[in-house]
């Protein structure tokens, strides 16, 4: 019987191995809802379609893992995350990405993230030439807070093909043995330019859009200050978003109310021109209206800033929306 276990093992080992490739998420959401859980294990069910090794890796404590089992195990290997894949308190995806995949090609994705098996067939083929791609995420549907993001994704395609902060990314695991050592970041949306960072070749696919889900209002306040924080490592991006206020204050005091009006109205046409220049090629994703947010984008990334600021000052290092790996789960790999 156990010669018999584990030949269908290895058999199984195999068959996963020789999937297209590995579709690795992390549940970040430690409180999300059964109807919740059960919308996504509806939607990484379909990924068999794509012929993908489905891998879900979940950070929360004993009790909660348990409970989220009975929903996921049924769609793909509902995996404990490791002590050693953790850093900074949250989870470094590449690594353990890398580990628990099976497939030479691995692809990394937010839990709001909805491929197609289109889209994924579009990423492995370009896998087969690039060491890490990067596909264009978009809003569907878009509230005003999804408007924001949506009018950010355009003014950053206006200025350049890289997406910014984008929740998904595909890598080749050979590709990683080549490259200098790995820092300990867990920001998923900083993933791929972490890689970047260290020598790895990244393809920004524009042309292949992927489909991202709104989260709630709540979570999306809740990632301002880390997704300016992540900025940080970019400091001219930075220095201007800093400089935007006090400037504006400044004209107001010199040159009275109309002087400023006119500063703020340059950075709007601005802002608004790049983002129409970016939904070149994109208009298909995203509406008219969205280019319409790239002003609203650039006050909030500017008051961003310096709540990102005020947190890293009182070494604020994990962000309370991001789920700690328990010491518990240290002891448990695979279920």
């Known amino acids: 019987m156990a010669r018999r276990s584990l030949i269908q093992s290895g058999t199984m080992a195999k068959t996963r191995s020789e999937r297209r490739a ?7 959401n430690a409180t999300a809802s059964q109807n919740e859980l059960r919308e996504l294990a509806t939607y990484l069910s379909s990924l068999g379609a794509a012929d993908c090794d489905v891998v879900i890796l979940d950070p929360s404590s004993r009790m909660q893992f348990e409970l989220n089992a009975r929903i996921l195990r049924w769609v793909g290997r509902h995996v404990a995350v490791r002590a050693e894949d953790r850093a900074a308190g949250g989870v470094d995806l590449v690594r353990a ?8 090609k691995v692809i990394v994705a937010a839990e709001d993230i909805r491929y197609t098996p289109e889209a994924i067939g579009q990423l492995c083929d370009l896998l087969d030439l690039h060491e890490v791609v990067e596909p264009q995420d978009y809003l569907d549907p878009m509230p005003w ?15 350049e093909p890289q997406p910014d902060h984008g929740a998904t990314f595909g890598f080749r695991r050979s590709a990683l043995r080549a490259l200098r050592a790995l820092d300990g970041a867990t920001s998923a949306e900083a993933q791929a330019r972490r890689l970047a960072a260290v020598g790895a070749e990244v393809y920004p696919a524009v042309d292949v859009f992927v489909r991202r889900e709104p989260g709630a209002l709540s979570e999306w306040m809740s990632a301002r200050p880390r ?25 107001a005091a010199l040159g009275g109310l109309k002087l400023a009006g006119s500063y703020a109205s340059v950075i709007a046409f601005a802002a608004v021109g790049l983002a129409i220049r970016g939904r070149a090629g994109a208009s298909t994703f995203f509406p008219l209206r969205a280019c319409f947010f790239a002003p609203l984008w650039v006050l909030e990334r500017s008051v961003s800033v310096y709540w990102a600021l005020f947190r890293k000052l009182r070494g ?9 790996v328990p010491a518990e789960s240290r002891e448990r790999h695979v279920v």
């Open 22 to 28: 590995s579709y690795v998420v992390l549940v970040e």
């Open 97 to 104: 990405a890398s580990a628990h995949a099976a497939c030479e």
């Open 145 to 159: 807070w999804g408007g924001i993001d949506a009018g950010r994704i355009l003014l950053h395609r206006g200025i």
């Open 227 to 251: 997704l300016a924080g992540d900025d940080f490592t970019l400091p001219m991006k930075t220095a201007f978003f800093f400089s935007l206020v006090p400037l504006l204050f400044v004209l």
């Open 316 to 324: 604020a290092t994990e962000d309370p929306a991001r789920v700690a």
